[in-house]
């Protein structure tokens, strides 16, 4: 198995993992943003770099429950990629001039181009459904029909 394989693994088990818990994606989607914006120059980032951010914003929708339309093997590879950019050590180091972000952009490109189709509808679902959203949290609640006596 080659190292990006075994690197490109251990993220998807930890992206699984982070999908459960709310929170930790969260932070997960802050630090993938931070980390975008940090190196949004590089000229191998920038070709990945719009679709990367629409990544972000489905990721971000699907936790906060604003869009759910996504099938669950979508969510994992984008978590997973997600995960992967994130991490410093894999199959080539980051801060490696020049090399550093080319596997990144790698993994970027392939699982961007196999779940464009949802990233497409993502995006259709923003431009109608997700401007016209009540940004007031839903709530959940318990009621019980009152018939007249």
């Known amino acids: 198995m080659s190292r990006r394989s075994k690197a490109f693994d251990r993220a998807k088990e930890k992206a699984e993992s982070i999908i459960r818990d709310p929170e930790k994606a969260r932070k997960i989607i802050d630090s993938a943003t931070s980390k975008a914006q940090a190196v ?3 000229s191998q980032f920038q070709e990945v770099s719009e679709k ?3 990544l972000v914003r489905m990721i971000r929708a699907w936790i906060n429950r604003e869009y759910r339309d996504i ?3 979508t969510i994992v590879l984008a978590v997973t990629a997600t995960v992967y950019f994130l991490t410093p050590f894999d199959a080539i180091l980051d ?3 020049l090399l550093g972000f080319a596997d990144d952009v790698a993994i970027l490109t392939a699982v961007l181009s ?3 189709h949802d ?3 993502f995006v259709a679902w923003e431009q109608t459904d997700g401007n ?3 940004d007031a949290p839903s709530v959940e609640a318990d009621y019980e029909e009152v018939k007249p006596d």
Do not use: A, G
Request: positive net charge; aromatic residues 14%.
């Open 52 to 54: 990367f951010q629409t």
């Open 114 to 116: 196999s779940i464009n």
């Open 71 to 73: 099938p669950w093997q």
């Open 40 to 42: 949004k120059t590089s």
């Open 132 to 134: 016209t959203r009540n």
């Open 95 to 97: 801060f490696i001039p």
């Open 119 to 121: 990233l497409d509808r």
